[in-house]
């Protein structure tokens, strides 16, 4: 009897000085995957256990270091990854008993860095944000629950007694914007973790004041409003993605589209009236910094998506004073598809392909800010599919469609780095 409780003592004590040492469990780097935004880089560690972790930046050279103790890291995760954004390269070494992770850096950035716990979807993972050119990384705010869907509202413009631009041979930009609406919708909806509500399906006029109500109510985190406009110089051609500016419109070509759009609102017969645009202004003012930015990421993505599928007008994402814009607090995002008074456009945007591929490139860039974006939701769906283009370099793909170069090897059975322009890469 007394010997069983001293041997229960014993026990007791050894499990006491072994605990600390069990808590250090060795947490191992499962993958890596960057994201380079307008106004962030991202990199997401996958890691098997929490991590104790330390993050500093040094300067001359610039670099960011991420101590992890008790790490492990197979250094062929981080090979792939060249010239992501600010990031030259990565490196890792050996350090005490665990390990040091390097990001070498093209200029000195502010960086942060957050763990998140585990879900269903995914396992413990270390965030660390770049800032970029004097902007901070942005603060994590809360992450809306794994599980949760991430609504898309999928906003057709004109409608109804307002056909929008008409092309020269009498296309009505209200009939193709809904015909991509519902393209675009069906695809989202078939990717699980993404749900598309249309703010207009049907050949009617939806107010501004019904637009933003109905995606509120649908409690959406995106805004996407499709338009296909005319410019007064029939040459004019090409994509375009605006989102509301802070500081007036970007371009010659922002402000007048800007101006059409805001006057089919009145020309429809709803408009904001000066109390609303109060409420409105302060709406956006309570919410833009933070939506702005978000909205510059998202426009981004659909800009280089629909820049693979032709011509983008101008030089990158503008901005402008849209009223559709103004007063929603979430991230929202004007896409011109094409110049409906261009005649060449005008023939494509009535091709059912041509339309299919919009809706496409839309998917795709709003699946890969998601993905970037809300790492607590894993999307399903059928994996993605990418058609390699010159030049192309798989670190290059891996970061456009947030994911890692060895998912992308493991996906498509790739021994080293060198692809092949014509071959299609499936997006793990
Ligand atoms: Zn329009």
Not at 39 to 56: G, K, Y
Not at 202 to 213: K, Q
Not at 293 to 310: F, T
Not at 341 to 346: K, L, V
């Amino acid at each position: 009897m007394i010997d069983r409780r001293v041997s229960f003592l014993a026990i007791i004590l050894l499990w006491m000085i072994l605990a600390p040492g069990v808590a250090l469990a060795t947490t191992v780097v499962e993958d890596v995957r960057t994201w380079d935004g307008p106004t962030h880089t991202r990199i997401v560690f996958d890691l098997s256990a929490s991590p104790d972790h330390r993050l500093f930046t040094l300067e001359e050279p610039d670099r960011a270091v991420i101590d992890l103790s008790a790490g492990r890291i197979d250094p062929a995760l981080v090979e792939g990854i060249r010239d992501a954004g600010p990031i030259r390269r990565i490196r890792t070494g050996r350090r005490d008993e665990g390990i040091r992770i390097v990001l070498d850096l093209d200029r000195a950035l502010e960086a942060r860095a957050f763990t998140m716990a585990p879900n269903e979807n995914r396992g413990h993972r270390l965030v660390v944000d770049l800032g970029k050119d004097g902007e901070k990384p942005p603060v994590r705010t809360a992450e809306r629950g794994g599980s949760e869907p991430f609504v898309v509202a999928i906003d057709a413009g004109h409608g109804g007694r307002d056909p929008g631009a008409v092309g020269a041979a009498g296309t009505h930009e209200k009939d193709i914007v809904l015909t991509v609406a519902r393209k675009f919708a069906d695809r989202i909806n078939a990717i699980s973790g993404l749900e598309a509500v249309l703010v207009r399906d049907g050949d009617y006029y939806v107010g501004l004041r019904d637009r933003t109500r109905k995606a509120r109510e649908a409690g959406a985190d995106l805004f996407v409003s499709l338009h296909a406009d005319a410019f007064h110089d029939r040459n004019v051609r090409g994509s375009s993605v605006f989102v509301l500016s802070r500081n007036g419109a970007s371009s010659e070509m922002a402000r007048m589209l800007a101006r059409t759009e805001n006057q089919a609102h009145h020309i429809g017969g709803v408009s904001l009236s000066d109390k609303d645009e109060q409420v409105a202004s302060v709406l956006v003012d309570l919410s833009r910094a933070h939506t702005v930015e978000e909205s510059l990421d998202v426009a981004d993505v659909l800009l280089a998506e629909l820049g693979s599928l032709g011509e983008v007008h101008g030089s990158g994402v503008e901005q402008a004073g849209f009223a559709v814009l103004k007063s929603l607090d979430m991230p929202s995002v004007l896409v011109e598809l094409a110049f409906i008074s261009n005649p060449a456009e005008e023939r494509r945007l009535n091709s059912a392909d041509y339309q299919d591929q919009l809706a496409r490139g839309l998917t795709q860039g709003t699946r890969s800010y998601v993905a970037a974006t809300r790492p607590t939701l894993a999307l399903g769906g059928e994996a993605d599919q990418y058609k390699v283009r010159q030049g192309d370099t798989l670190s290059a793909i891996a970061q456009r469609h947030a994911t890692s170069v060895g998912a992308l090897r493991r996906a498509n059975e790739l021994g080293g780095d060198t692809i092949v322009a014509g071959r299609t890469l499936r997006i793990p």
